[in-house]
């Protein structure tokens, strides 16, 4: 069978551009024991994969010279089946080159239920994902929401926050996002649904976290550490709780007020998502119930066609879209 994929054809100079990346044709084996050939429906694209191009590899993947194919998470539908448990027509999120048909092993496979409306397919790859995955099992397993609660969230309009913020409202609490825009604040309130919006840009964290929110806060939700974090802890209320989910502006050093611990007899617990798969048909179940509910949506922008794969990465990287960038490699169905 033929495959259409995307290679790297020049390692950018500068900024990522469409013309870094050319389309060919490749022809796909048939699929050996235990592995499926899948036709992708849905790719989803992640900016951290610029960092790699014509470089070193990171935690995320090898380096990506000229030639490559790079690989990111989809929505795959099967087409053949050597492997048992794998019919054509399942759906499944891999994690797979970017192109339109390719040969997976079947233990790389994650099903999705067959009765997924079509339109609910990109939130496989946001509010169903990855991302939204982790925004429960740190907000709800970890952190216990309760309606009652005042949560914070920090990196509130990004990949995980975004989740948190309308997790939370779902389960009844208040919430205040924190972000670095005043575009990101509208979207927090006007679009995710929270009750308020900082902008960290606008002043000393601790100062507009106490303004925002008068009456403290329940529970923190960290995506980034640093300055947040130690905000977070001169606002919180007696038995605060504090979910350490990121510390991308941590620094090499810990939160400098942590003796606020002591006297609010505050908790601060870290988690790694992989260790909480036992938590994964809850999270379905419930996030998915939300989203037929309309009370979450999935934030993404769809770009047709295996063809705009280069178009699509390049108006992620120049900051041209909202939500998650996310490719209908088949067009529009
Ligand atoms: N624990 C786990 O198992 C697990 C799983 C997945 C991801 N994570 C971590 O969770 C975090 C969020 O992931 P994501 O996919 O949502 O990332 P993301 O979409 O890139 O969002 C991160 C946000 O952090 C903010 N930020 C960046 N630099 C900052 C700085 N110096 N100070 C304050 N804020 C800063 C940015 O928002 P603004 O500029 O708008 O503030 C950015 O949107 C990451 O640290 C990631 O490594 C953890």
Redesign the pocket.
Known sequence: MISREVQLVAVPDGSVRAESFGVFETEVDAPGDQQVLVELRRLGLNAGLAHRLGGEGTAYGPGIGVGDVPSSDAVVEVLESAAEGFAPGDLAVAKVPWCTAAVVDADQLRRIDRATPEQDLEAYLTVLG??GF?AYT?LIHIGEVRPEDIVCV??A?????SCVVQFAKARGASVIG????AE?VALLTDVLGADRAIN?HDGPAAELLRDASPDGIDLYYD??G?E?LDAALEVLNARGRIVI?????AGSGGPSNYRRMIYQELSMRG????AHEDLRAQFESEVGGWLREGAVRSLHTVFDGIDRVPEAFASLLAGGSSGRVIVAVDGPR
């Open positions: 990855h991302v982790t740190g920090s990196g309009a990004g990949g995980v926050g924190v972000a670095g825009s990101k960290r995506n980034v640093g947040q989910c990121g510390a991308v502006a988690f790694t998502v992989t």
